[in-house]
Structures are given as C-alpha cells and as structure tokens.
C-alpha cells in the first residue's frame, strides 16, 4: 500500500494541470478513520450542522461516529445493514436507519433510531420479512416515513423537537418504486408515478438542499435532474451516487470502471448541473476513490478509498 503523501501529490498536481476547472483541491487529504480499527469504512455521510462524519464498514455493518476533524471517534452501533441508506436528522442529534436481523437464512428488517450523543436506539417499526424501502425523516423529525411494498406508511419518533429546530416543511416526499419514482403528497397520501425517463431502472435518488430539484442515475446509464414536479429533465453524462452541494447547484459523484467482476477505477467530480462544467478532484490512477459526500458549509467532502478501507476529507477553493 503507498503511502499517504503520494496520494497528496497526486490530487495536488491535478490541481495544477486542471487550473480551468471551478473547484479544486486545497490541501492534502486528511484521514477521518482510525489506521488499525480492523474495518474497512466506507460511505461518509456529514451531519447536517457540518459538525460529525458517520460512516458505515463492510456489508453496511454498524455505524461510527467522528468529529470533522477524525477525533473522537466511536461505534453508534453494531446493527447489521445499519449504514445502508441511514439518514441524520436536520437538527445533527439522531440516526435513522433500516436494520437487518437473521434466524438462519431468514432475513428481517425494521426501522431504528438513534441518539447520536447517547447511543440509545429505538425500534420505530414491528420487525418484519419484508421491507423494500428506505426511511425519510418528516415533519420537523417528528416522525418517519417509508414507502415499502406498495403502502406508505408514517412512524411517530416521540422526539420533542423545538421550534428552533424545525426546518421548512417538504410538502412532498419522493422514493424509488420499481421502475418509477414515487411522489407522496403528505397532507392527502395521494402518490404521483414520475418516469422521466423511461424504461429505466432508477438509483441513488436525492433531493437538492432547497427542495426544488431531485438528482438520480439510472442503471446502466447516465445520471439526471429534475424539477421535483417532474419537469426540466437534464442529462448530466456518466455518474454514479450523486450528492449535492449547499447551493443545490453543483452535485459531486464518482465515475467508475469495472472488468466486470470488480472495480478498476474510481475517481471523484463535481459538476455544474446548469454549464455542465466539471471539476475533476481525483487522479491518483492506483486508488478507488468513491461515495463522495459534500459538507454542508460547502467547503469540504469527504470520500471513502475502497482499496484502503479509509475514509478521506479534503478542502476545496475555487
């Protein structure tokens, strides 16, 4: 395995070459995870007030806890298939999560939540055999929703939240279901098939800071945006597990090769969803940088190396 300051030269001479592009890389890339922690960590989600980074290990087993920096850091728990798809609260205090328990070859889900600062964990769902969606926070975090098998369902949270808390109420959610998105209106349940694009299976769907936009990638294929009514299609080119930026005007994401039974690359962009300009922020040839994650001040993202097993922040100018 090379060492770190390698890893630093490269991104720094891609800087250098690539002066055009917007952002570029300010410093080296700090390591966020433990050298010896005996897992390989992955998938690095910034709490909301830019605050904490969770990340998740082999298999999307248990969720850990660091500071921004990489201090402090801790195991939130050991639940299997917790760090699939976990979501943070708006106010940064608790985790929500689908978990997987097993009797044999028998697998069952249900809905946890966590307290970020306690570690206490409440089942918000009965635990079941199936459950094919994944859960949103709503309703200032007072409660949740899935959309699984075919019904919505709505959990309470029993959090008392205040009012200097509450965010802007989204007055629709949106999932994937089956070869369509799904729009849930909450206030009268009804749900709005979308297929912006169609005959397609679609991935990774994520809604824009500013409720106005849904970015997503479908199999095989390229990566979009949309109005969240459904309207103003984009074609963004190849892309893979997009996330967006605070001005919810730039999405960064990986772009990967494989030979078809693994990964032989894996580099980090951002791109303008209007100019379509993009900024490569990765070149280290013999590295698989992956699942970009944005901070919410906008100046910073973090990213796991999968050949490393090391989650990575790195600064960004323009």
């Not at 909301?48 to 801790?74: H, L, Q």
């Not at 929500?96 to 939540?113: C, L, T, V």
């Not at 040839?285 to 922040?313: C, H």
């Amino acid at each position: 395995m090379r060492k770190l300051l390698i890893f630093t030269l490269v991104f720094s001479l891609g800087a250098t070459t690539f002066a055009f592009s917007q952002y570029r890389v300010k410093n080296e890339p700090l390591p966020v995870t433990e050298e010896n922690a005996g897992y390989s960590f992955m998938q690095p989600r910034w709490s909301p007030d830019g605050s904490k980074i969770a990340v998740t290990a082999d298999r999307y087993n248990g969720i850990w806890i660091a500071e921004a920096d990489g201090s402090g850091m801790s195991q939130l728990t050991d639940d299997q298939s917790a760090g699939y798809g976990f979501e943070w609260s708006s106010d940064s205090k608790a985790i929500i999560s689908r978990i997987a328990q097993y009797e044999g070859f028998r697998r069952y889900n249900a809905i946890k939540m966590y307290d970020v600062s306690t570690g206490a964990s409440k089942l918000l769902s009965d635990v079941r055999t199936s459950m094919s969606g994944l859960p949103q926070w709503f309703d200032n975090d007072q409660k949740v929703i899935i959309f699984s098998d075919n019904v919505l369902e709505i959990f309470e949270t029993g959090r008392n939240v205040s009012s200097l808390n509450k965010s802007k109420r989204a007055s629709s959610v949106f999932f994937l279901k089956d070869d369509y998105i799904g729009k849930a209106d909450l206030d009268s349940k009804e749900i709005i098939d979308l297929a912006p694009v169609e005959n397609e299976r679609y991935l990774n769907l994520t809604m824009s800071p500013d409720q106005s936009k849904l970015a997503f990638e479908v199999m095989g294929g390229s990566m979009y945006v949309i109005n969240t009514d459904g309207t103003g299609l984009i074609d963004l080119g190849t892309g893979f597990r997009p996330q967006w930026a605070p001005d919810s005007r730039h999405l960064v994401y990986m772009v990967t090769q494989d030979d078809g039974h693994q990964y032989v690359s894996s580099d980090i962009q951002i791109i303008d969803i209007y100019t379509k300009e993009i900024s490569r922020l990765s070149f280290a040839t013999d590295k698989l940088e992956m699942n970009p994650s944005w901070s919410p001040q906008g100046d910073k993202i973090a990213f796991d190396v999968m050949d490393e097993g090391k989650v990575y922040v790195i600064e960004l100018t323009k």
